[in-house]
């Protein structure tokens, strides 16, 4: 830990102190997204996937992150690319999951407007797991039907996902701890729907340029819908370190 104090050899405990959620264990709606980027801010490797700018570290930060959310929110092409799965039940995490009142495993949210999605992918075909899918009033009643038999389906907008709706869709369910993953649009309609409450950053020491030999422009870790009042300000709350790989820590206003 480099800030706020310097500290070596940081344990899983310390690592929960530092990401702890606000109030825990009481329930407090906090919606925080995670990512990795490289220096120079691509989010993904070459082959489209962040597993490629990411570390062991990285991945140890991850599980411990997802190990007390209440649910895990990302957008349909991020689940198709990193082949998501339901999200497990460790026992490292049992006690305090229980202690805060929280399901064994945090939920799986997929954001999907036209709900083009694999059924027999593992997220939605293992049994004793539900997923919950967010889409729009105006997607194909048919393709909704068919999602229902598998996920939880929850209509937040018309024409296009409302955010703010589908956030208060989640946290009346009891989803409160909204672990947001990406990838870079939903992050950036998150950001401009002032959903944001956190935004933890894990950077790479490592260059992409403008793009991949042979590849499009490289998205960064937030995309798409403009911020209505960039720059907005974050507030540093920590940094960790790992061989040069930087762990950053920011919430809102």
Do not use: C
């Amino acid at each position: 830990m480099l800030l706020p104090h310097a500290a070596d050899d940081v344990t899983d405990a310390d690592l929960d102190a530092a990401y702890a959620w606000p109030g825990w264990p009481a329930p407090q709606r906090w919606l925080r997204a995670n990512m990795v980027s490289t220096v120079d801010g691509a989010a993904r490797g070459p082959e489209g996937l962040s597993g490629a700018i990411s570390s062991e570290a990285d991945k140890r930060v991850f599980g411990r992150l997802r190990g007390l959310a209440d649910v895990v929110l990302a957008g349909a092409g991020t689940v198709r690319a990193e082949g998501y799965r339901p999200a497990r039940e460790k026992p490292s995490f049992a006690e305090r999951r229980r202690d805060a009142g929280q399901a064994p495993a945090p939920v799986i949210a997929v954001v999907s407007g036209s709900l083009h999605l694999d059924l027999s992918s593992e997220l939605f075909s293992t049994p004793g797991s539900r997923p919950v899918v967010i889409t729009r009033a105006s997607s194909d009643p048919d393709l909704r039907r068919r999602v229902s038999e598998v996920a939880d389906v929850l209509v937040a907008g018309d024409d296009t996902v409302d955010l703010r709706t589908a956030v208060d869709q989640l946290n009346e369910r009891g989803l409160v701890r909204i672990h947001a993953e990406g990838g870079p649009s939903l992050l950036g309609d998150l950001a401009a729907a002032d959903l944001l409450d956190e935004l933890l950053l894990t950077v790479s020491p490592v260059l992409a340029g403008g793009s991949y030999a042979d590849g499009p422009e490289i998205p960064r870790i937030l995309a798409g819908a403009p911020l209505p009042d960039a720059p907005r300000p974050l507030s540093l709350v920590h940094v960790l370190d790992d061989h040069g790989t930087l762990f950053f820590r920011y919430t809102s206003g």
